[in-house]
């Protein structure tokens, strides 16, 4: 993990993907995480290789682990690839 990617910038990006984001949240759990009939879903951590969701499937909750395309440099990076993602995943829904 890259110094970088500190627990407080792990939380910091879930707060607000949890808080501002909750549907592309959902999305990434579909799309990327295979989980169909999600209901909702939270984000736990993000680290330079993946981040860790949880998914309501059915009242269960369901881990979720989603690995990046990219080994993630910084906070920036994890910016980009979570807007890109969540087009990507926009895309992979509709189809």
Do not use: W
Not at 36 to 44: C, G, I
Request: with cysteine; net charge negative; glycine share 4%.
């Amino acid at each position: 993990m890259s110094d970088y990617f500190s627990p407080e910038i792990s939380s910091r990006i879930c707060t607000h993907m949890n808080d501002d984001h909750a549907n592309a949240v959902v999305l990434y759990a579909q799309a990327f995480g295979g989980v169909t009939d999600v209901t909702s879903a939270k984000m736990l951590s993000i680290d330079s290789q993946g981040m860790n969701l949880t998914a309501e499937v059915n009242q269960q909750t369901v881990p979720v682990r989603i690995q990046f395309d990219h080994i993630l440099v910084d906070s920036e990076d994890a910016h980009q690839t979570l807007i890109a993602m969540v087009k990507q995943a926009r895309f992979k829904i509709k189809s």
